[in-house]
């Protein structure tokens, strides 16, 4: 599997940190589990994808069936750190308008804080 994923906590909210590629397969079916698993917690999440180097198509879809199923629950879930090829591919696609992009792991962290005080 060319896919590592690990999981911290800041600030209350659970960091899950991806590094190498998400493409459609093995990949997919054990981010997809893992991150039911979270949800079903009733964890907001900040997906950290600056260790991320490449997305296909199945990739993407497992992505927005886990922001959709996230949002359904009452969850959010954030991304920070797109590298450009991960970026560009957002915005080619107008995913970007979809997830809610911050530039860095504390930007995405503080935005649940300022959501709560709202």
């Known amino acids: ?9 800041v600030n209350g909210v659970l960091i899950v940190d991806f590094a190498g590629r998400i493409i459609f397969g093995e990949e997919t079916a054990y981010l997809r589990d893992l991150v039911k698993k979270l949800i079903a917690e009733r964890h907001n ?3 950290n994808l600056s260790g991320v180097n490449y997305i296909d198509s199945g990739g993407l879809g497992t992505l927005v069936a ?4 996230a949002r359904n ?7 920070a750190n797109l590298t ?3 970026g560009d591919l957002l ?10 992009v911050h530039e860095n792991e504390q930007k995405a962290v503080d935005s649940f804080q300022k959501g709560a005080a709202a």
Request: charged share 15%; glycine share 2%; net charge positive.
């Open 1 to 9: 599997m060319q896919l590592r994923i690990s999981t911290r906590t």
């Open 45 to 47: 999440l900040v997906f």
């Open 66 to 69: 886990l922001y959709t199923t």
């Open 73 to 79: 629950s009452g969850v959010s879930i954030k991304l």
């Open 84 to 86: 450009r090829n991960v």
């Open 91 to 100: 915005q080619v696609t107008k995913l970007v308008t979809i997830f809610d």
